[in-house]
């Protein structure tokens, strides 16, 4: 977007700019849209829009354009802005965080007998009771064990937040990714948090996500295991937040477990769980501590809950 394509008055009230941030976009031809706020409830701020203008004139030149292998039939797939911005994310995440993974395994049978107990009753109120609700009240559990997860990272501090506002990956086929929010889930019952997460995940495949939808949050999962991946060590999507969930496919395996004092075998529906953070905010002691309560909440889900 040029300087020119859109004065001070025109961009989203819903984005509360300031009068010197929404200048400085106007100056620079940065769209908002395509920025992660450091600022309260996910505010732009000067400083994000003067990081990310320093961040791209820094970057190295484009390499030389590979030519065509003589005799390989292929065609050429623009990247689209959605894609542009994706790439750019990850690339600034990976650049900027040290990123550590730790890796959990959680069984999902009480998870499972409380969903077959309850779906009825939520689809009763037009609400889907899915998976991903569970994993939301968790990781607000295992937030209370180790409130330094909630946060974001800062040159001269550490923010940590009272609210737990936890942005859900939704794939959109080949169009890409994006993170709509569940503002403080702290606040919110099973059903709460069910029914965000269905009106935001039916926004997002419509294209109707508001920006208030995708901004503010302050810790991240992606559920990659929807769509058959057994385990994966997601990239930190926003910074400056310091962790991101990763929960793979909840599948039958033979675990051993202890019974009448002895060993037995059993079947059991299992996911792999992994916690990635940023490891300047965090260290492999409170990565362990909130994993160990994430998976505890899991497995100890009260079927009458």
Not at 13 to 18: D, H, K, M, N, W
Not at 21 to 27: A, H, M, N, P, S
Not at 272 to 297: K, M, P
Request: charged share 20%; proline share 6%.
């Amino acid at each position: 977007m040029s300087p020119a394509a859109k004065s001070i008055a025109e961009f989203d009230p819903a984005l509360r700019l300031s009068p010197s941030v929404r200048k400085l976009l106007v100056e620079t031809g940065l769209d908002p849209a395509g920025l992660t706020g450091s600022g309260k409830d996910g505010r732009l701020t000067r400083q994000d829009v003067e990081q990310e203008v320093a961040r791209r004139q820094a970057r190295p030149a484009a390499p030389a354009e590979v030519k065509p292998v003589p005799g390989l039939r292929s065609r050429r797939i623009p990247h689209d802005a959605m894609r542009r911005r994706i790439a750019e994310h990850m690339a600034h995440s990976v650049a900027t965080a040290p990123h550590v993974t730790a890796v959990f395994e959680a069984d999902f049978g009480a998870v499972l007998a409380h969903r077959q107990a309850h779906k009825a009753a939520f689809e009763r109120q037009g609400v889907a009771l899915t998976v991903t609700a569970y994993l939301v009240q968790a990781c607000v559990a295992a937030m209370k064990a180790v409130p330094t997860v909630n946060s974001r990272w800062h040159d001269d501090a550490l923010e940590v937040f009272d609210d737990v506002s936890i942005g859900i990956g939704t794939a959109l086929g080949d169009k890409g990714l994006v993170v709509p929010v569940v503002h403080r889930a702290q606040s919110l019952s099973l059903l709460g948090i069910a029914a965000r997460l269905q009106e935001a995940t039916a926004l997002a495949r419509a294209g109707r996500l508001a920006p208030a939808d995708v901004q503010g949050g302050t810790f991240t999962i992606s559920n990659h295991g929807v769509s058959g991946s057994l385990f994966a060590a997601p990239i930190i999507i926003n910074q400056p937040q310091v962790a991101i969930l990763g929960v793979g496919k909840v599948e039958k395996r033979v675990v051993v477990r202890e019974a009448g004092g002895a060993d037995a075998m059993l079947i059991r529906p299992m996911a792999y769980v992994s916690l990635t953070i940023d490891h300047r905010a965090l260290d492999g002691a409170q990565t362990n501590a909130w994993l160990t309560r994430f998976v505890e909440t899991i497995e100890t889900w009260p079927v009458a809950g």
